[in-house]
């Protein structure tokens, strides 16, 4: 009986015979949309779920009908962008399917990739599984909607882009410096406050228990009573540095309590667009942390072979 015993903790080293090759070669051509089934049919028979009928937002359920998602993408590398002098090099080149694949280990030396799992809607599914096809091999990865909550829910609070924390220490540098200015000092407070107000006016769904920790911890109101007290009798160098000093290390700490593991997982967003505010995230896998998600993350389930596919696919009547 064909099982999970099929993947691997360790990479296959493994000779394709000629019809394993071409299954593998196809697998790379089709569009998007089809290669999107064989990786459901792929985790459908490797687990032995069900496909499910009629439109739902998720692609497969077990015996105790449990929603899963199933989201795979193809390592290859990027094609040389088109401009007036080579378009019609590269139209004629694409005359006959042309192979980009990567294999795990060329990604190292000399080609990179981002393979980019989209639409991650964790409010409609409970268990999801993603990962790469290879050139010589498929990575496959697996976890809760649970799971991916929870990294989402990190990001509010300490993405490079979107959260305070880069706020947070910024404002840090400037309480340490002791400069008496009470504009820079204002605006760089209203800065954090801003990022602040960004997530509990979000509608993103993702934001949900940011906005608990927000309501119920003792984040929001030292900011609020520092704006004030300076608002009110300007800035005093002494008192209100350490005051600062203190509300900022507060944050990053209750960041390193809160997100220890979460807010490790890197290239993830729980915005799809800018922009859009629905609970649609993304992340990338690329070269330079899939090494991180196959020994780090605790996601990784095993490799599969190209030869087990074969098998998996093989027709059941």
Known sequence: MLSNKMLSNKM????LAEEEEKLRDGVFNLNTRRFGKVAEYMIANLFHYSLVTGKTNYDLTNSDEARIEVKFSRAEYTEEEMSPTNCRDICMDNANPMSRR?????????????????Q????????????????????????????????????????DKKSPKPKVEKTMVIASSNTKSTKIVSDSISSVQKKFNDILKTDNKYADKAKEYLHSGDLIKPWHDIAIEIKNNG???????????????????????????????????????????????????????IQ??????????????????????????
Request: glycine fraction near 4%; charged fraction near 20%.
């Open 292 to 317: 991180w998600h196959i020994d780090e993350s605790g996601f990784f389930l095993g490799w599969l072979s190209y030869k087990d596919l074969f098998n998996l696919l093989e027709p059941k009547f």
């Open 102 to 118: 990567i294999s795990f280990s060329d990604h190292v030396q000399m080609n990179p990739f981002d393979c980019n799992i989209q």
């Open 120 to 159: 991650i809607k964790a409010y409609e599914f409970d268990q999801i599984y993603y990962g790469i096809f290879f050139e010589n091999q498929i990575a496959v990865f697996s976890m809760s909607s649970q799971d991916m909550k929870n990294i989402m829910t990190a990001q509010f609070f300490i993405s």
């Open 12 to 15: 296959h080293d493994l000779e």
């Open 235 to 289: 800035w005093l160098p002494s008192k209100q540095s350490d005051q600062l000093r203190t509300i900022c290390t507060a944050y990053l700490d209750f960041c390193k309590r809160e997100f220890s593991k979460t807010g490790r997982f890197p290239n993830v967003s729980p915005f799809q667009h800018r922009g859009n505010s629905k609970a649609e995230g993304q992340m990338h896998l690329n070269s330079d942390n």
